[in-house]
C-alpha cells in the first residue's frame, strides 16, 4: 500500500520561505503523477500544483503565479514544494498525493493516495 508522509510545514513570516517534502512508500514512485493541495480553515481543498513522473510536465494553480516551485527526485522517492514569498491567505494544511496516471491531474478525485497534511501558517 502506498504511503504518503508529508514534513517541512510551519510558522513563517509573510514574505519567507519554506519547502515542504513528500516521502512515498510502498509502490514504485516513477508509476505516479504527484501533486500538491491545500485546505484552509473552513475552505474547501484546493489543487496548488502537480507534476508528472519525469518532472517534464508541471501544473500550477494560478494563484502560485511564480511563487512555488514543485519538483521531485525519483532517486529519493520523495517529491517537493518550494514555497517562497508566503502571504497570510497561503495558511493552509497541505496534502500531498498520488495518482496512477501519466498526466498529472488537478481535480482531487484524480489522485489515488494522500498523505495526512502539513500545517503551513504564515503571519502578517
Known amino acids: 500500500q502506498v504511503r504518503l508522509v508529508e514534513s517541512g510545514g510551519g510558522l513563517v513570516q509573510t514574505g519567507g520561505s519554506l519547502r515542504l517534502s513528500c516521502a512515498f512508500s510502498?509502490?514504485?514512485?516513477?508509476?505516479?503523477?504527484m501533486g500538491w493541495f491545500r485546505q484552509a480553515p473552513g475552505k474547501e481543498r484546493e489543487f496548488v500544483s502537480a507534476i508528472d513522473w519525469s518532472g517534464s510536465n508541471i501544473r500550477h494553480a494560478d494563484f502560485v503565479k511564480g511563487r512555488f516551485t514543485i519538483s521531485r527526485d525519483n532517486a529519493k522517492c520523495t517529491e517537493y514544494l518550494h514555497m517562497a514569498n508566503l502571504r497570510p491567505d497561503d495558511t493552509a494544511v497541505y496534502y500531498c498525493a498520488a495518482s496512477h496516471t501519466v498526466i498529472p491531474p488537478v481535480p482531487a478525485g484524480g489522485y489515488d493516495f494522500w498523505g495526512q497534511g502539513t500545517q503551513v501558517t504564515v503571519s502578517s
Open positions: 510502498g509502490g514504485s514512485f516513477t508509476n505516479y503523477a
